[in-house]
């Protein structure tokens, strides 16, 4: 559902039709409402797989740093994946900290990357690239902001528009408490969400993403990769 139809069915629901298209400051409003509902369900889940996006790059001869893609989640590690095809290899993600020990000095050593690090924006590779070397990634990606437009859409599948307003009605009735009640409201929406989880955990059950790195004894050890954090 694009953004003007979330605001016209939002405005509907609560007995607003109205107000469709002559109260331009309650339309503000509820795309407040909405946007926040939006960006809430992003950050219940460490992995929605429709927030899932890709990006090929190349490497160049003796550069180990890269930008990460500007779409890129950063409110944690969010590349869940990353693969060159030369060798061919998966690379596995380090800690900064352990990057540094490994190599004070990365630009020593040359050849196919297996190792990577985050800081920042910027994506580390090691060993050094010697070459051009096509990589692959896999992330996931920041939600998309809606609009008041018929051409702004979210990234949320279409099948749960319904908990997107759902969510929106929780703000509104505590905006307007006389138009119904919030806590009812907010049960009907943590039930959407949570029905939202099952069925995108249905889609990772044969997918066990992890990363690797050794602890404090040297001992190599595997983590979930939800656990990273960018600049660790």
């Known amino acids: 559902m694009d953004g003007k139809s979330f605001i016209d069915e939002l405005m509907m629901d609560v007995g607003k039709i109205q107000n469709l298209t002559t109260d331009a400051n309650l339309r503000s409003i509820a795309l407040r409402w909405l946007r926040r509902v939006i960006k809430d369900i992003s950050a219940r889940h460490p992995h929605w797989t429709w927030l899932e996006s890709t990006q090929t790059f190349p490497t160049l001869n003796e550069i180990m740093s890269y930008d990460l893609p500007l779409d890129i989640d950063l409110s944690g590690h969010k590349l869940f994946d990353l693969r060159q095809y030369t060798t061919p290899a998966k690379l596995v993600y380090i800690s900064q900290r352990r990057f540094d020990e490994l190599q004070p000095d990365p630009t020593i050593q ?5 190792y990577y690090t985050i800081f920042a ?5 090691w060993p050094v690239p010697d070459a051009a070397i ?6 996931i990606k920041t939600i998309a902001v809606i609009s008041d437009s018929e051409t702004s859409t979210t990234d949320i599948p279409a099948k749960f528009d319904e908990v997107v307003l759902d969510g929106a009605k929780v703000h509104a009735f505590k905006y307007f408490p006389e138009w119904g009640d919030s806590r009812e ?3 009907i929406y943590e039930g959407g969400v949570l029905e939202m989880k099952r069925d995108n955990n249905i889609s990772l059950d044969s997918e066990n993403f992890s990363y690797s790195d050794r602890d404090s004894a040297g001992v190599l050890k595997e983590y979930p990769y939800q656990n990273q954090r960018i600049g660790s």
């Open 121 to 125: 924006t910027s994506l580390k590779l």
């Open 185 to 187: 409201q907010k049960q």
């Open 110 to 114: 040359t050849g196919a990357p297996l």
């Open 134 to 139: 096509i990589m692959y990634m896999r992330y």
